[in-house]
């Protein structure tokens, strides 16, 4: 969530701005770190819906499509205005056809190219705009554009390769619940009336599963009706409430399958990340600090602004403050101490990202070679007893006669 502030200066001169926090306790932390006294804090209420209104919403494909295109536009010596109009005539998109009008309206009243895109922070993270910013303030938006459009596609490419790897794993849960809940509410029920009819009373272990079937049957609809409730409230709550959202996520975190590629994900965005605002010459607190709100992992952000605001701003170097962090590897806070005393910290950040993409493939590629057969187990558990439930019962009636 975004907030606007109005604080004092320890000389009494009032300032306002913005900052993207979890909730209010986090900016007054943030206005405290920097001596102010808050005057005026309020949030600021996300337009991005408004662009939803005019069809599809702005997607990580469509900020790469634009970065790029203006990077290119940009360095064939394309003015600004002549390339946003290129761009709102060529896009199909309305969402896009309205910001890049909004763009060109704010540029035409003399105000800074990055303002609009930080009007809209579910949209544009506070990375896009600080790059935007970092690259108008110092004439290469081209070089910032391409750098920002290459930072995108590998967070894209990223995804992509997660969702691939998670596609097959998922069908297969879906098609074998479907089958079982068939299974058991319609095939179990008529199975049951078999051997009731009969007068043959079944084992213990039968009956039970006989009776789940025909409770399944009976109450269809309403169970359906309450899955259906669940999983709609959940991801409804998951989407709205902050709280929520991180309880689920430290549950999901705390497996240990999934610690590992949890970690790796979010060291590979800290180094993309970091690499790419040092690239764009803004100051390394100021990086740091945006990387910890863009992280997207709780522990990894407090240690970040542990060593911007209890390391770094106390006189430690880079080396020193992230050597104090036992979250990071031990391997990446020796390259950082390295790569900070040669002064190329940015490229050693960048091979330490494109290091991370590979391991999260592997990993990946290892969970899922887990997921797969431990999927069929249970699947397999659950089938087979109700398999055993039906052929017991048959073959102690078989034996019978």
Do not use: C
Request: avoid cysteine.
């Amino acid at each position: 969530m975004r907030f606007h502030y109005i604080a004092s200066q320890p000389d009494g001169r009032i300032i306002e701005g913005e900052f993207e926090g979890q909730g209010t306790a986090e900016v007054l932390e943030f206005l405290a770190s920097r001596g102010l006294r808050p005057v005026s804090l309020r949030a600021i209420k996300s337009l991005q819906t408004g662009f939803r209104f005019f069809g599809a919403g702005i997607n990580l494909t469509d900020k790469v499509f634009l970065t790029k295109y203006l990077s290119l536009m940009l360095k064939v010596g394309t003015d600004l205005f002549r390339a946003i109009d290129i761009l709102i005539s060529d896009f199909d998109k309305p969402a896009l056809k309205s910001i890049l009008g909004e763009v060109k309206a704010n540029l035409e009243k003399g105000q800074p190219f990055y303002a609009i895109f930080a009007k809209y922070p579910n949209i544009f993270d506070q990375v896009f705009v600080n790059l935007v910013r970092a690259g108008e303030a110092s004439g290469n938006l081209d070089k910032v554009f391409e750098d920002l459009s290459n930072f995108l596609k590998r967070q894209q490419d990223l995804r992509s390769r997660i969702k691939s790897a998670l596609v097959y794993p998922i069908i297969l849960t879906a098609l074998s619940f479907v089958v079982l809940i068939l299974l058991v509410t319609f095939a179990l029920p008529q199975i049951a009336e078999v051997f009731e009819g009969s007068g043959f009373n079944p084992p213990l272990f039968s009956r039970i599963v006989f009776a789940l079937g025909r409770f399944f049957n009976a109450n269809f609809f309403g169970i359906f009706l309450f899955i259906g409730l669940s999983i709609g409230s959940s991801v409804y709550f998951f989407k709205v409430s902050s709280a929520f959202r991180m309880f689920i996520l430290r549950l999901i975190r705390r497996l240990p399958a999934i610690r590992d590629v949890v970690q790796k994900i979010a060291l590979q965005r800290f180094a993309a990340t970091f690499s790419s605002l040092i690239k764009a010459g803004l100051p390394i607190i100021d990086s740091i600090e945006i990387t910890a709100m863009a992280i997207g992992n709780e522990n990894f952000k407090s240690s970040l602004f542990r060593i911007s605001r209890d390391g770094i701003t106390r006189g430690l170097t880079i080396g020193e403050a992230f050597h104090r962090e036992p979250v990071f590897p031990r391997v990446v806070t020796n390259l950082i101490s390295i790569s900070e005393k040669a002064g190329h910290i940015e490229d050693v950040l960048a091979t330490l990202a494109g290091f991370y993409e590979s391991e999260i493939d592997n990993s990946i590629k290892t969970l899922v070679s887990f997921l797969e057969p431990a999927l069929l187990f249970f699947i397999g558990i659950a089938i087979g007893g109700i398999a055993l439930a039906i052929i017991v019962p048959i073959y102690q009636l078989v034996t019978k006669f």
